[in-house]
């Protein structure tokens, strides 16, 4: 089971690895710098030049990039080439402003296969299998990465793209899909959709799961793989970076291992923008070293792990990020409290008879903060005494004040009321 896709790079020694990534970050720094007046013009006013970087040990003299920048240069401000050497655009759904542009030359594309290939080759894809993958091939990154990466191994790519359960169903069942490509949300939505839509998860051919775009917990990843009857694993990346591929976890499902000889990596505290200790939380920071389109310098994630680099023992020798669990952004301040959504989730899911579906609906009630925790039970719950139900809302309710330490009010709802998605799951509703 344990195959590496790459073995000259994915098991190169510590010392080799510094090395090219150092020989890479100056090519990387220079080329931004040269043909980027974003960048010249930001470093040049923080008084640094691409050779004050002498060492990996130097970089943070390099001022961060965010995702405002980007937006500040929409749609092309951040390429390095002229249009004519961009053979590929994608974009990530601006929800509240400007979309995030990205650019991909030949070159970025040929990388882009590649480091997808590893990483669906670490979460246990085959050129034997036939793989479904079913994100949105559209503006955004998610479908065309993982697709170039199954095909690039050999594997049997079936493009379903998202939505249409039932369509979606049958190509599994018909085509005998053997390995899923989708968000963890829509994998479980899929999961709980097929016995009403008169599917019987017993006549599909699943046995991996390549999960990933947004978080989720090993709690969900149980569930997924009790009920698909696979093995799931979870990859990681980000537009502005490359899309998927950056990162992903080997048949240990102990930490993803980022792609270390096209991404440097480093964690810092979100407050002071400081390194912190290896092990330590903090928010990922990546500097690509080869991206040709766009050279991203220190990119500010808002994506909360730690980093590790004990050695691993499925033979890589990347270092390896912790599952990300919240960012920056989506934590909630609840009467004065931090709240981070996948703590409610992972609450929820110990509790017996809940569903895998919930929202957090925030409302202000005077002065004070209101928090709601819509959720679903098991249908087995309904035509019981309503005392049962107020009983078991409170105990949510109990539950959720001991691990967030603030008071939210439960509401159970109808099995199959709370939204579903496609794409990446909507979990908290601010009406503040
Ligand atoms: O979500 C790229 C991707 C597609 C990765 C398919 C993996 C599979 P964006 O739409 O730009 O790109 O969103 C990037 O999504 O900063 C994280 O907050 C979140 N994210 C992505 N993968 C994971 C993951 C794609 N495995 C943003 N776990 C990132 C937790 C993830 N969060």
């Keep these: 089971m344990n195959e590496i896709w790459n073995r000259e790079y994915e098991t190169m020694s510590r010392e080799e690895l510094r090395e090219l990534q150092y020989k890479r970050l100056q090519m990387s720094l220079r080329w931004a710098y040269d043909n980027v007046p974003f960048y010249r013009e930001r470093w040049e006013r923080e008084r640094v030049k691409p050779q004050d970087v002498k060492s990996l040990d130097d970089l943070w003299k390099i001022p961060f990039t965010t995702k405002s920048d980007f937006r500040s240069a929409y749609p092309y401000g951040l390429f390095a080439v002229p249009l004519e050497r961009v053979v590929r655009i994608h974009s990530s759904t601006g929800t509240t402003s400007r979309p995030v542009v990205v650019g991909y030359t030949r070159g970025d594309l040929n990388t882009w296969a590649e480091l997808c290939a590893r990483v669906v080759t670490a979460g246990g894809a085959r050129p034997q299998d036939v793989a479904q993958v079913a994100f949105g091939y559209g503006l955004q990154t998610g479908a065309f990465g993982m697709h170039a990466g199954l095909e690039r191994i050999g594997a049997s790519v079936i493009p379903a793209s998202t939505g249409n359960t039932r369509r979606q169903l049958t190509i599994m069942r018909d085509y005998k899909s053997t390995v899923l490509v989708c968000t963890p949300s829509y994998a479980m939505y899929i999961a709980e959709a097929a016995g009403d839509l008169g599917f019987d998860l017993d006549d599909l051919s699943l046995r991996i799961g390549l999960f990933g775009a947004e978080a989720w917990t090993n709690k969900v990843r149980e569930e997924l793989e009790k009920r698909l009857d696979i093995s799931a694993s979870d990859n990681y990346g980000l537009s502005e970076l490359m ?132 959720i679903e039970v098991e249908p087995s719950f309904f035509p019981d005494a309503m005392r049962r139900l107020v009983e078991f809302e409170r105990h949510v309710e109990d539950r959720l004040q001991e691990e967030l330490g603030v008071r939210a009010r439960v509401k159970l709802v109808e099995p199959k009321t709370v939204p579903r998605h496609t794409g990446k799951a909507r979990r908290v509703i601010d009406r503040r």
């Design 243 to 374: 899309g998927p591929g950056m990162s992903g976890e080997c048949i240990m499902k102990d930490g993803l291992h980022i792609n270390e000889d096209h991404f440097l990596v480093e964690v810092v505290d979100p407050a002071t923008g400081e390194g912190v200790p290896e092990g330590k939380e903090g928010e990922l920071v990546f500097t690509s070293l080869t991206n040709e389109a766009l050279p991203v310098a220190r990119f500010r994630t808002g994506d909360l792990s730690s980093v590790s680099y004990r050695p691993c023992a499925c033979g890589r020798t990347f270092a390896r990020h912790a599952k990300v669990y919240a960012r920056t952004d989506d934590m909630i301040v609840v009467r004065g409290t931090n709240v981070f959504p996948s703590q409610v989730e992972e609450v929820l899911m110990e509790i017996e008879g809940v569903e895998p579906h919930f929202q957090v609906i925030l409302d202000r009630k005077g002065a004070l903060d209101e928090m709601v925790v819509q």
